[in-house]
């Protein structure tokens, strides 16, 4: 793929469970001709690691522009992005791809390369932008859109004309957004500046410090700021650290036990703000230990002596 310019994708948009959205208009391009549009499918609300809907959407050229206009539902306002996109970034990571092992076909290796472009949304007029390609997801950039206006008659599928726009926004706001988070909005307001401390990186890995007999032969690792990637033996045994976000969830297989980990998202940033205020530019482990008769992992932040126990992480475990 090294010279290829083309590559098939679907574009998508996406956005917390927590801050439903719903796309207005939107469209992507080169700097001279239209790409395709942004799919409309309603309410987006899977959360920023899902791929979100892409029906209608596709392209082959790598683009340059994209514009995107949506209403957040939880904010009561419309927002507009209008930015530039990294074109020689995309086109190198298409052709960098990642690789997957084939078990159709005996585990074999295989190369393949990504088939969407994810625009994730959140409160306060943030995007990240994602390649997306089933196994491995990877940023392209963080932009900042501005608030804009759209007329509500121009926007709701069913017209009333005697609803002001504020009314509009009221009414949608208590139909979409769940019970539990208008609670948490009147009570502590809108989290803004969460989705940019959740792409804080840190220098850290994975430390399974199983029994003798275990070896680590597989990890998917879903990232706070919705990257994920898929790690196998080969890889795992290099035990690199990587400047990466912090885990959301860890899939993780050694010899017959397959466990699947999600973090605390506060608990596990403050542990990580902690450890590495206390040992700068040090290298730290997340330290997953299966405990007696493999009933469960525990997991715990070390660096230099220091240790945090995470005591918050949900893990289920199977015998494969």
Partial sequence: MENKTKFNYKVSVTAPKEYPVEVYYGYISTDKNFITTVPKD??????????????GSGGSTIPSFVELTWLSYAEKKFWKLETQLPAEKIVALFREGFIFKNSDKNDTIIKETYDRIVIGTAPGGVVVVWLDG?????????YQAKETYVDKMKFQPVKDPNETQQEFFDTYYTIVVPDTIREKIEKNGIPFGLWDNYRKKYKWNFNCNFYKKDINTYQNINFLNGEYITLYKDELEKKVFKNQALPYRADITFNAYWCENEFDDNEIMEAFEKISKNHPDK??????????????????????????????????????
């Fill in 134 to 142: 089933g196994l491995k997801r990877v940023e392209i950039g963080r």
């Fill in 42 to 55: 309603g309410v987006e609300e899977q959360g920023w690691i899902a791929q979100g809907s892409s029906s």
């Fill in 283 to 320: 290298n730290i482990e997340i330290e997953a230990r299966p405990t007696f008769m493999y009933k469960t992992v525990e997991f715990t932040v070390k660096c230099d002596g220091e240790e945090i126990p995470l005591k918050k992480t949900k893990v289920k475990m199977w015998k494969i």
